[in-house]
């Protein structure tokens, strides 16, 4: 399948043909991928220093832009207990929920355009993964006096980082890219494109404003993690684009998402 521009993807045309995804495999593919996305994150200790450091330039920068609202929201939220522990599960348990019902959805409702979804997904995330390895970096709850409340901590938050049992089997200073807004925003853009309903797509746009909010009020990121996140999604996105050579909510050539002229059945489908 030809995009725009006639470039066809660096894949080869077998494999961009459509195939009914195989749930064992897509199961096996988010399974290692999962695993190597752990173990990528959770082994790059040694560099708290250096996290540390950038986490202070991070904070200078914001302030000589004036974008240290975050402190503000962190405050608000933190002297609010019953808001601090909504953000605190939400930041804790909707990171996972939504993307794996997102990507649930698209396999059972849209088989034609999970596949490109998922390739985007995928690709941020390692993309992110090198991030971090890259440049590592103290979340503001983390940065000693520097005025930020660790929500996580103060109102013990089960399950979360600021659990001694949790945090011992996890790198706490892989704040960029925020992987938060990039999941969030990929999931309220599959929806967006892939939904029938105007008022669903609508509504998923929400999720990763909300995402971001929460990140931020619980001292959990910065304002430039989230920058960054949407970063290296659109980078994931280019990757997709890459491998087909045709947008990642593009039904591919031979699906039931086109007729038979190659032209797409759904108007919203990005092509």
Known sequence: MLGVSGFS?????RMLKW??????QELLLIAI?????TETRNHLHGQEDVALDHGYDIQHWQDVLHLNFERSLNTFVARNEWLAQAMDYFYATMHFIVTIWVLVWLFRKRPHLYRGARTVLISTTLIGLAVFYLYPLAPPRLLPNSGYVDTLSLFHTWGSLADPKVAEHSNQFAAMPSLHTAWALW???????????LWIRLV????????????MSTANHYIFDAVG???????????????SGHGAY????????LTAEGEALEAHVVV
């Open 250 to 257: 593009a039904p591919p050539l031979g699906s039931p998402g």
């Open 204 to 215: 998923a746009l929400l999720h990763p404003v909300i995402t971001v909010i929460v990140i």
């Open 19 to 24: 195939r009914r995804p195989l749930w064992w």
């Open 33 to 37: 991928g999962y695993a190597v996305y």
């Open 229 to 243: 996140g949407v970063g290296v999604l659109a980078l994931g996105f280019a990757v997709q684009r890459l491998f």
């Open 9 to 13: 993807g660096v894949l080869p045309e």
């Open 187 to 197: 999931a309220a853009l599959s929806v967006f494109f892939c939904a029938r309903h």
